[in-house]
């Protein structure tokens, strides 16, 4: 990923030398490792701690919301839907943004990773060429394969390279065959699940949240100045632990992101205890394609099924 | 929504959907009531989303 990182560097350095952008938002190493952070270069001197590996998992597109200067932002493939759906909601201008496309390479899970080594880890190197990684903790060091540690978003993404973009840092990846992977076959298996299992799975699945809202300030879509659960006039919905209130949060905030998801995977990245948020997501993916024939973030032509109206929407649930 | 709740395990009754125009006062009131009726019909079977509050010492 060298290659890459250079790349992204000599990129922005060129933008910011010659003004046509403010600032670049890209990743730099992270204080923790499989973690790389988000990072605003304004002058050329900060360009140097640009990184670009299998630990950028975060969508950038949640930095831009609102921004007046001129963006220059390394996106990959989820990155650069979240960018269109920004663009359509009127969250940023099209004109504000230089995109730096990045052909994804896919992601790689740091719980499925953390849950696999025996300490905590120190240090993880990656090999391209054999597309290996060696993960290194006090006492240990383990080589795995990257394809098996992949984050489940990325196993399953069928958009690796941007779909909006000003220039791209490399050529395009081959995408993935649809009719090879199975999208929705963990939203099948819960949708095939009686309804008293299906509550004690979401339950168990919710156990661990300790209402950090890590996921919400992850998201780019969950930009609103204040959120349903931050609110106390009226308080919708209550500030404890009890698993009431930490399931309407969780609900709640998967529905407000019906027909924009983009299966990202930033709510489950920056989870700190593990909880498959998606598993809420995917089903309204699955949903919105299935009834509005709509994936979110693909084109800047097309207004959002939540947004728009069609006499042959389906309305049989109306009575 | 409605998908999403079922989705969750709660039971699809307990959510209604219906137009009705504001010269159709009977049709509310026939919804109304069989909304009522349904989603109490429901109450006994199903307690979810229900809090309890704390003990204090």
């Known amino acids: ?319 | 929504m409605k998908n999403l709740m079922e989705h969750m395990g709660l039971d699809p009754g307990r959510l209604h959907f219906s137009w009705i125009s504001s010269a159709e006062s009977t049709k509310f009131v026939d919804v109304a009531k069989k909304v009522t009726a349904e989603v109490k019909a429901l109450e006994s079977k199903e307690k979810k989303f229900v809090k309890t509050k704390p003990k204090v010492a």
Not at chain 1, 208 to 220: L, M, S, V
Not at chain 1, 266 to 295: H, M, Q, Y
Request: charged share 30%; net charge negative.
């Open chain 1, 1 to 319: 990923m060298t290659t890459y990182s250079d790349k992204i560097k000599e990129i922005s350095k060129r933008l910011l030398k010659e003004g046509k952008v403010d600032l670049v938002i890209g990743f730099r190493k992270g204080s923790v490792p499989l973690m790389n952070q988000p990072m605003f270069a304004k002058n050329e001197g900060d360009v140097d701690s640009f990184v670009w590996d299998s630990n950028c998992g975060i969508n950038l597109a949640n930095y831009v919301t609102d921004r007046s200067e001129k963006i220059g932002i390394v996106a990959k493939g989820c990155d650069s839907r979240n960018l269109v759906v920004h663009i359509i909601e009127n969250k940023i201008k099209r004109d504000q943004l230089h995109i730096i496309g990045v052909p994804c390479k896919a992601m790689v899970d740091r719980h499925k990773i953390a849950a696999m080594m025996p300490g905590e880890i120190e240090s993880i190197e990656e090999n391209e060429a054999d597309g290996t990684l060696t993960v290194t903790g006090s006492g240990f060091s383990e080589t795995l394969n990257k394809a098996g540690v992949l984050q489940e978003n990325c196993a399953l993404c069928m958009h690796r390279n941007p779909v909006l973009y000003d220039e791209l840092i490399a050529e395009e990846v081959t995408e993935q065959n649809p009719e090879e992977v199975d999208q929705y076959a963990a939203v099948r298996e819960v949708e095939n699940m009686a309804p008293e299992e299906k509550w004690a799975y979401f339950d168990s699945l919710f156990s661990e949240c300790i209402r950090c809202y890590a996921c919400r300030n992850a998201c780019p879509l969950c930009y609103c100045p204040t959120c349903f659960v931050d609110e106390s006039k009226p308080q919708w919905v209550g500030k404890s632990v009890d698993p009431a209130d930490v399931r309407t949060f969780h609900f709640l905030r998967a529905y407000h992101c019906a027909g924009r998801c983009t299966d990202c995977g930033a709510c489950v990245r920056s989870c700190p205890v593990g909880i498959n948020v998606r598993a809420l997501t995917k089903k309204l993916e699955k949903d919105c394609l299935e009834n509005f024939d709509w994936k979110s973030g693909l084109t800047l032509d097309k207004r959002p099924p939540l947004d728009t109206f069609r006499p042959d929407d389906p309305e049989e649930f109306i009575k």
